[in-house]
């Protein structure tokens, strides 16, 4: 059983930063993307950023040049920093791992339970 717990949420003022990190437990042999999705009250969810195993990094326009994602393949964790961060950037973000691979040769998707960020002042 593959289980992502995610940390790092917060209230912040606008233009401050946080940083997510979502580590993936389990008897897992190998994850391909990883990343994170948001979900502001009354919208829909959205694509923040997504990470390949090799590193190649995809962002949504809204966020793009302010949060970087990256990870740690040995650590099967995933991280987001969030920098410039707006009262819009608002709502529980969720990891997701996609494709991972147990050592029982078993293959699913799998999501954190999500954590709040609330940019306020």
């Known amino acids: 059983q593959v289980q992502l717990v995610e940390s790092g949420g917060g209230l912040v003022q606008p233009g401050g930063s946080l940083r997510l990190s979502c580590a993936a437990s389990g008897s897992i042999f190998t994850i391909n993307d990883m990343g994170w999705y948001r979900q502001a009250p009354g919208k829909e969810r959205e694509l923040v950023a997504a990470?390949?195993?090799?590193?190649?990094?995809n962002y949504g326009d809204s966020v793009k040049g302010r949060f970087t994602i990256s990870r740690d393949n040995a650590k099967h964790t995933v991280y987001l920093q969030m920098n410039s961060l707006k009262p819009e950037d608002t709502a529980v973000y969720y990891c997701y791992a996609e494709r991972a691979i147990t050592t029982f040769g078993e293959m699913n998707d799998h999501w954190g339970q999500g954590t709040q960020v609330t940019v306020s002042s």
């Open positions: 990470i390949t195993s090799g590193g190649t990094a």
